[in-house]
């Protein structure tokens, strides 16, 4: 049955290898390549002059170590491997082990367990001595195993009294890491100490070779604890003792709030461009928040308007996007149009509530005027998220399970063009800040996304009714995608 099951993972890999995939993996890895490649040649003078006080070779362990909770964020943010078997699977004589044991398999053959290990050793390879190159690819590379074998029974764990006991363990198995990386380092560290007998290179290879090999049986005995609590792991099809379902969830029960939490929660496009969003734009507020460059703007942070509402953009600019694949089921139910935009409008206010208070202790602590802070929330909310919602009218089918990594599906050019609205609040906001004194600024953005917020039941209003103009023709057109 083993040889089924890899036949059957070789033809799905043959079928979902894409081209595109590819060749923007492939320029990706180009350009780290020639960035550290470039950073090598910059530096080699300085490295070769420089004195380091202890033996590079000696931060091996360390080094594979160090690229565990990295490794993890990753794993979880786009790491979406099986870890049930399909229903045509349960009909044949497969059992609970050899079924861990594929997983186990296409988690090592996975291509997340390979990128930052084969990073970090083309790194080693540059900067140290060669030998220790592919020894830091295989403790690396049992660290992102662990990783996935983790991540793997988080999944498959059907509830709290099976996930809490993974939160302990993995903290357990990094501190017994770390502990390994640092004796490595210690034991390297104090063969160096006295001055008068020289550090024998063969000493300091038979360390890293020893501390290796133990960090590596810590790796193994991990993966196979893990990998055993995966063969125990049931959900709830398969207890002995299934729960009986009494009820089922009513109409009642749904909601177009439920709706907005939902589509961000299990489409991975709108995830992953919220997450990456929120990251990236909070740490540019605090960061320049901590320099000088927002003096030339009047004392406001060029990024503030952006941390708080950038978020919110990249769901408005989906507007119907999403309820276009199941749009015969939504208007079923006894919402309105205006109904489902209203709230539409409300949630997505309710996270540039969310990022200011993320961005609020840049007032507390870092200086950042109040009144700037608050103004720039009324501003995002009404001025700068609210003009999207007229997207409504041009909303295309968007491909809800897949990356936004080059794909352009469920837009169109009408949208795109759309978009660039966003200049027009963007130009106001900053041409405040620079052209007028502080507190007229503070009044005129702040005043400006009072009034908006005081009108958008209008405005929406006045789209909803071009919606419903239109309604035919937009069905027709999602109907056809």
Same mark, same amino acid.
């Given at each position: 049955?083993?040889?089924?099951?890899?036949?059957?993972?070789?033809?799905?890999?043959?079928?979902? %290898?894409?081209?595109?995939?590819?060749?923007?993996?492939?320029? /990706?890895?180009? +350009?780290? =390549?020639?960035? &550290?490649? !470039? $950073? @090598?040649?910059?530096?080699?003078?300085?490295?070769?002059?420089?004195?380091?006080?202890?033996?590079?070779?000696?931060?091996?362990?360390?080094?594979?170590?160090?690229?565990?909770?990295?490794?993890?964020?990753?794993?979880?943010?786009?790491?979406?491997?099986?870890?049930?078997?399909?229903?045509?699977?349960?009909?044949?004589?497969?059992?609970?082990?050899?079924?861990?044991?594929?997983?186990?398999?296409?988690?090592?053959?996975?291509?997340?367990?390979?990128?930052?290990?084969?990073?970090?050793?083309?790194?080693?390879?540059? %900067?140290?001595?060669?030998?220790?190159?592919?020894?830091?690819? /295989?403790?690396? +590379?049992? =660290?992102?195993? &662990?990783? !996935? $074998? @983790?991540?793997?029974?988080?999944?498959?764990?059907?509830?709290?009294?099976?996930?809490?006991?993974?939160?302990?363990?993995?903290?357990?198995?990094?501190?017994?890491?770390?502990?390994?990386?640092?004796?490595?380092?210690?034991?390297?560290?104090?063969?160096?100490?006295?001055?008068?007998?020289?550090?024998?290179?063969?000493?300091?290879?038979?360390?890293?070779?020893?501390?290796?090999?133990?960090?590596?049986?810590?790796?193994?005995?991990?993966?196979?604890?893990?990998?055993?609590?995966?063969?125990?792991?049931?959900?709830?099809?398969?207890?002995?003792?299934?729960?009986?379902?009494?009820?089922?969830?009513?109409?009642?029960?749904?909601? &177009?709030?439920?709706?907005?939490?939902?589509?961000?929660?299990?489409?991975?496009?709108?995830?992953?461009?919220?997450?990456?969003?929120?990251?990236?734009?909070?740490?540019?507020?605090?960061?320049?928040?901590?320099?000088?460059?927002?003096?030339?703007?009047?004392?406001?942070?060029?990024?503030?308007?952006?941390?708080?509402?950038?978020?919110?953009?990249?769901?408005?600019?989906?507007?119907?996007?999403?309820?276009?694949?199941?749009?015969?089921?939504?208007?079923?139910?006894?919402?309105?149009?205006?109904?489902?935009?209203?709230?539409?409008?409300?949630?997505?206010?309710?996270?540039?509530?969310?990022?200011?208070?993320?961005?609020?202790?840049?007032?507390?602590?870092?200086?950042?005027?109040?009144?700037?802070?608050?103004?720039?929330?009324?501003?995002?909310?009404?001025?700068?998220?609210?003009?999207?919602?007229?997207?409504?009218?041009?909303?295309?089918?968007?491909?809800?399970?897949?990356?936004?990594?080059?794909?352009?599906?469920?837009?169109?050019?009408?949208?795109?063009?759309?978009?660039?609205?966003?200049?027009?609040?963007?130009?106001?906001?900053?041409?405040?800040?620079?052209?007028?004194?502080?507190?007229?600024?503070?009044?005129?953005?702040?005043?400006?996304?009072?009034?908006?917020?005081?009108?958008?039941?209008?405005?929406?209003?006045?789209?909803?009714?071009?919606?419903?103009?239109?309604?035919?023709?937009?069905?027709?057109?999602?109907?056809?995608?």
């Amino acid at each position: 049955m083993f040889k089924v099951l890899f036949r059957l993972w070789l033809s799905q890999k043959r079928r979902s %290898f894409s081209w595109r995939t590819f060749i923007a993996g492939a320029i /990706l890895t180009l +350009y780290f =390549i020639v960035l &550290v490649v !470039a $950073v @090598f040649f910059g530096l080699r003078e300085q490295l070769a002059a420089a004195t380091i006080p202890f033996e590079l070779a000696a931060i091996v362990p360390a080094l594979a170590v160090s690229l565990g909770i990295s490794d993890l964020i990753i794993k979880l943010l786009w790491r979406r491997s099986p870890v049930e078997m399909d229903d045509y699977l349960r009909t044949r004589p497969i059992g609970q082990r050899m079924w861990a044991r594929f997983i186990l398999f296409d988690t090592c053959m996975g291509f997340l367990q390979w990128i930052l290990p084969c990073g970090i050793a083309f790194i080693a390879a540059l %900067f140290m001595p060669l030998w220790t190159a592919p020894l830091v690819l /295989l403790l690396a +590379y049992s =660290i992102s195993v &662990v990783n !996935a $074998v @983790f991540q793997n029974c988080w999944r498959r764990a059907p509830g709290n009294e099976w996930t809490l006991p993974l939160v302990p363990a993995y903290m357990l198995w990094l501190v017994l890491t770390w502990a390994v990386a640092i004796g490595c380092f210690v034991v390297v560290g104090l063969a160096g100490d006295d001055p008068s007998t020289p550090v024998q290179q063969s000493s300091v290879v038979w360390s890293v070779l020893l501390f290796s090999a133990l960090l590596l049986l810590v790796n193994g005995l991990a993966v196979y604890a893990l990998q055993s609590y995966f063969c125990r792991l049931r959900n709830h099809n398969e207890e002995e003792h299934a729960p009986v379902v009494v009820s089922a969830r009513q109409l009642g029960e749904v909601s &177009v709030w439920s709706i907005e939490w939902t589509q961000i929660m299990r489409s991975k496009r709108l995830r992953m461009g919220v997450i990456a969003m929120a990251v990236l734009f909070l740490l540019n507020t605090y960061m320049q928040q901590s320099s000088t460059i927002q003096n030339d703007f009047g004392g406001v942070n060029i990024m503030l308007l952006f941390g708080i509402a950038f978020p919110s953009i990249i769901v408005a600019q989906w507007v119907l996007g999403v309820e276009a694949n199941y749009f015969s089921g939504v208007w079923t139910k006894p919402w309105s149009v205006e109904g489902i935009l209203r709230r539409k409008f409300i949630f997505l206010c309710g996270m540039c509530v969310v990022m200011a208070l993320l961005i609020l202790p840049c007032v507390v602590f870092m200086g950042m005027n109040f009144w700037t802070w608050l103004a720039t929330l009324l501003f995002g909310c009404g001025v700068f998220v609210l003009p999207f919602m007229a997207t409504c009218l041009y909303s295309s089918r968007m491909d809800m399970f897949s990356s936004a990594f080059f794909n352009y599906q469920g837009g169109n050019k009408q949208l795109n063009f759309f978009s660039f609205i966003m200049f027009v609040p963007m130009a106001i906001y900053f041409a405040s800040y620079f052209l007028l004194p502080q507190p007229w600024s503070h009044v005129v953005v702040g005043g400006l996304g009072l009034v908006a917020l005081l009108l958008h039941r209008r405005y929406i209003h006045w789209v909803a009714s071009l919606w419903f103009r239109r309604r035919y023709e937009i069905m027709e057109r999602w109907l056809s995608e």
